[in-house]
């Protein structure tokens, strides 16, 4: 029997991918501190960037399962030693989600008007996020591109490089909303909201560009692709289909979640966009932990290393919980500091106060629905994935967070809908898990 895996081999690949994991959420925060604080409209500028943020993390979400669904095939060829049957797979799947892209970017920066005032957003509100979101949407096509190496970086045991690139991305990012919002005197003039939208856009070009050649001079797989299809791109379509639908499922949650604050007001919008940026970082920090799940869990089951498997996804769950107990108890120490990094408007501050302690308590219930989405990945069970979000998300979540509205809740109401969403999506995960594999073992 194959030996169990080390806590400090899942350590060795979760804590770079955790680190790249957060460089999206990173460039959203950064975002978001810095147009917090500028002298003029920080409110507004603040539930834009809020807006906007959250329907291109919708975007990426939907188009980078790529990144997922590549990394279980190439996990599991190298469990089964048939790499080179892949390799001309990630190049063509990559292919057709980045031009699956440029029509999405084609029908939302002709149409962006219409897209936000469906998020309830009007006024000054709805300007800013048209000239935030007609910026930052042409770094789609750039982010997908990393992602879908990150990918193969993973599916190939190696997290490391991915984190290069993120921290790369990340701090050119910061560096560059500095220099754009705020401006510097003699050379470049404030470009406030703007100038943060030109900032990530930077950093994706970037951060894309060295994937590429970080790929092309670590690993045998190329992005030139090869005709014709590989016989497991309709796997990978298949898989990728169902993630997608997921993936919708879970942006319909943020949607309702987004139109809701909104509908209350630029403070509430402030607040959520501030309290559900936090949840984004400390998400993408478990969700580190969720990349070793699926690149361990792809090759273990490969392997048929079914007993191994089990193990791991027990010792998984108990450092996800772990690690979500430990970001609750730093929450619960900085709470009030870090309400006021992102605003100094008082009503934004009281509402972010009053709502942020379910965002901690939710941390370690978190943890286990995203160590099991990556176990799940890795397994190759996208369908279960699919299933379980659209029941969390239309029989839970949205008569829930309808039901509250209707009683006043207020961004109470979002979070508590949003809490029961977490327990319904990782509930059947766990189930299935032990229930399939104490079996098998």
Not at 283 to 309: P, R, W
């Amino acid at each position: 029997m194959k030996k169990a895996i080390k806590i400090s081999d899942i350590q060795k690949l979760a804590i770079p991918a955790l680190i790249s994991g957060i460089a999206e959420p990173i460039l959203s925060i950064t975002d978001t501190i810095i147009v917090g604080n500028i002298p003029e409209n920080a409110t507004i500028s603040l539930g834009a960037v809020g807006i906007v943020g959250s329907f291109i993390s919708m975007l990426i979400w939907v188009f980078g399962q790529t990144r997922s669904v590549i990394a279980s095939i190439i996990a599991q060829a190298v469990g089964q030693k048939n790499l080179k049957e892949i390799e001309t797979l990630p190049a063509q799947g990559i292919l057709i989600i980045i031009s699956s892209s440029f029509l999405i970017i084609i029908l939302t920066y002709f149409n962006s008007e219409n897209l936000f005032k469906f998020y309830n957003a009007s006024g000054n509100l709805l300007q800013f996020c048209i000239d935030y979101f007609n910026i930052r949407v042409w770094g789609l096509p750039f982010t997908l591109l990393t992602i879908g190496i990150f990918g193969i970086f993973r599916g190939l045991q190696n997290t490391f490089y991915p984190m290069i690139i993120a921290i790369v991305g990340a701090s050119l990012n910061i560096i560059l909303d500095i220099a754009f919002v705020y401006g510097i005197d003699g050379f470049i003039s404030p470009m406030y909201i703007k100038g943060a939208a030109y900032a990530s856009l930077i950093a994706q070009i970037t951060m894309a560009v060295i994937a590429v050649i970080l790929l092309y001079k670590k690993t045998n797989i190329k992005l030139a692709v090869k005709l014709p299809f590989n016989p497991k791109i309709k796997s990978f379509l298949g898989m990728f289909g169902n993630l997608v639908i997921r993936t919708a499922s879970l942006n319909v949650t943020l949607y309702f979640c987004n139109a809701f604050a909104t509908k209350y007001g630029d403070e509430f919008i402030a607040a959520y966009t501030i309290a559900i940026n936090l949840w984004f970082l400390v998400a993408f920090i478990i969700d580190g932990y969720s990349s070793a799940g699926t690149i361990l869990s792809g090759k273990l089951y490969g392997e048929k290393s079914y007993g191994v498997l089990m193990k791991f996804g027990n010792d998984l769950t108990k450092i996800g919980i772990k690690i979500g107990i430990i970001m609750c108890v730093i929450g619960f120490i900085f709470y009030y500091p870090l309400g006021k990094i992102f605003n100094n408007n008082a009503v934004v501050l009281q509402e972010f106060y009053n709502i942020f302690w379910i965002i901690l308590a939710m941390f370690p219930l978190c943890s286990i629905a995203f160590i099991f989405d990556g176990i799940y990945k890795g397994l190759g069970w996208m369908k279960d994935l699919r299933n379980v979000l659209l029941f969390s998300t239309f029989i839970v979540f949205v008569p829930f967070v309808v039901l509250f509205d209707h009683f006043n809740l207020g961004l109470h109401g979002i979070f508590y809908a949003f809490t029961l969403w977490i327990l319904a999506r990782s509930i059947p995960l766990i189930i299935k898990f032990k229930k399939t594999f104490n079996k098998l073992s």
